[in-house]
């Protein structure tokens, strides 16, 4: 499959936890976003990168999250301390680059802080 | 930055009724529509695309969306919608190289 992949698809955790949260791209594919998604809305974004630079954050990402992108291929994404209010779906997505491209979404990881 | 509003957030339709999906976008320079669908259990997958050229836009699965640049307007539309089409469905626009979505349409449609 040469699709966006995210692992786990499925966390639980205590709050106050750190968790931390895997994405690789599509191979070819320098610009690479994550999203949260609750239930019944639409994906908000969270940040983007341009290859290994981190280019824009959205103001819902607290300092208590953090995400890398180190060689430009995988992605992290890290919430340290859990609340309860992050239990979410992550996304992740990925295009290419270019002005009439579309991003490609991975299946996402479910957290789940109790 | 650019934004879209959905305005239909529960749709209920019976197999062979035509629906449409309203979706407005705010202005800001270069327009780039987008509709997702996400089946259940399943990820966001790209139903159509616009960025330029003939306003109504073709996509997979036998649904169409049109810009009306007038009315900030890009409505999908499908003239006979199947049970197999029972989905969330979520505009977005991509102005900015960051797509960003709408609040999603839930689409039930009894057999």
């Known amino acids: 499959d040469t699709g966006v992949s995210q692992d786990p698809r499925h966390k639980i955790t205590k709050r106050g936890q750190n968790v931390t949260f895997r994405c690789d791209p599509i191979?070819?594919?320098?610009?690479l976003y994550w999203y949260r998604q609750t239930l019944g809305q639409g994906p908000e974004f969270l940040t983007y990168?341009?290859?290994?630079?981190?280019?824009?954050k959205s103001r819902l990402l607290s300092d208590r999250f953090s995400a890398e992108r180190p060689k430009g291929s995988f992605s992290t994404l890290e919430i340290q301390r859990t609340e309860q209010g992050d239990s979410a779906m992550y996304l992740c997505?990925?295009?290419?680059?270019?002005?009439?491209?579309?991003?490609?979404f991975g299946q996402g990881t479910r957290l789940t802080v109790v | 930055a650019q934004s879209v509003s959905q305005h239909n957030h529960h749709v209920i339709l019976s197999e062979a009724a035509s629906l449409e999906l309203g979706c407005n976008y705010s202005?800001?320079?270069?327009?780039?529509l987008f509709w997702y669908v996400q089946y259940p259990g399943q990820h966001l997958q790209l139903l159509l695309k616009?960025?330029?050229?003939?306003?109504l836009v073709k996509g997979i699965k036998g649904f169409e969306a049109e810009f009306i640049k007038s009315k900030f307007s890009f409505n999908l539309r499908k003239p006979s919608v199947q049970w197999s089409d029972t989905a969330e469905y979520f505009c977005?626009?991509?102005?900015?190289?960051?797509?960003?979505f709408g609040r999603g349409t839930s689409l039930i449609v009894h057999p």
């Open positions: 977005a626009t991509g102005g900015s190289y960051i797509p960003t």
């Open positions: 616009y960025f330029s050229g003939d306003p």
């Open positions: 997505a990925s295009s290419s680059t270019g002005a009439d491209t579309e991003a490609f």
């Open positions: 990168f341009q290859n290994e630079a981190q280019l824009e």
């Open positions: 191979s070819e594919h320098n610009r």
């Open positions: 202005y800001g320079g270069t327009v780039n």
